[in-house]
């Protein structure tokens, strides 16, 4: 009789016993994982003698100049007051490994100088006399010859195939020359244009 109900005592304690897993285990953490992959590119950054290499910062570039109608100007630098200050070249970075192949391109796209009151424009074009006026650019100015080109109005490639491995040996300074017809409107005329740099896409393995 005894051992029956010592029997039965094991069993109701058995019973009373939770399941193992039988329900969620709780915490007072939460972990997120976060997983980013940085793609390759290429900027535009100054390369000004005494800039900071690899500070990534770029300042647009100004270019003035009064011209007598009738002639040309190459305007090579910002003028004030009788002196000009050189144009300051920029130089391209990108951040690809050096057994990277991909390759890097520079594009430009620039607008007429306009009037300041929108009443007539000096085209794009490289003449230096006649009856229309016309402005150009060169993308590295020497004072031997340089070659000019029309400024594009339309976004062109200008620069082409550069290792971007290596980009840190390319730099490009581009200056401009205005010629003004003897019968163009005075006043003042801006214009701008902008270049892009822009690396190849990734190659993908057959």
Known sequence: MKKTLIAGAASV????MPVVGA?????SQLIDTVNVTVQGGCT?????EGATPGD???NDRTFSKTIAAGTF????????EGSVTPAQ??????????????????????????HTDNSTTIPVGTATSGNTSAWAYTLNYTDDNPTWANAPVSQTTVV????????TNYS???????????????GAYTGTITYTVALDAVQQQP
Do not use: H
Not at 13 to 16: D, K, T, V, Y
Not at 94 to 102: F, K, L, P, W
Not at 172 to 186: D, E, H, L
């Open 23 to 27: 329900f969620a285990a709780t915490s």
């Open 73 to 80: 100007e190459e305007i090579t630098g910002t003028e004030t």
């Open 172 to 186: 490009f300074n581009p200056v401009y020359r205005v010629y003004v017809a003897p019968g163009q409107k005075p």
């Open 56 to 58: 990534y910062t770029v």
């Open 13 to 16: 304690a058995l019973a009373a």
């Open 160 to 167: 082409t195939s550069q290792d971007a491995s290596t980009s």
């Open 89 to 114: 070249a920029m130089k391209i970075k990108c951040n690809v490994a050096q057994s990277d192949s991909r390759k890097f391109s520079i594009t430009a796209q620039g607008t007429a100088l306009t």
């Open 44 to 48: 535009i950054e100054n390369a000004a």
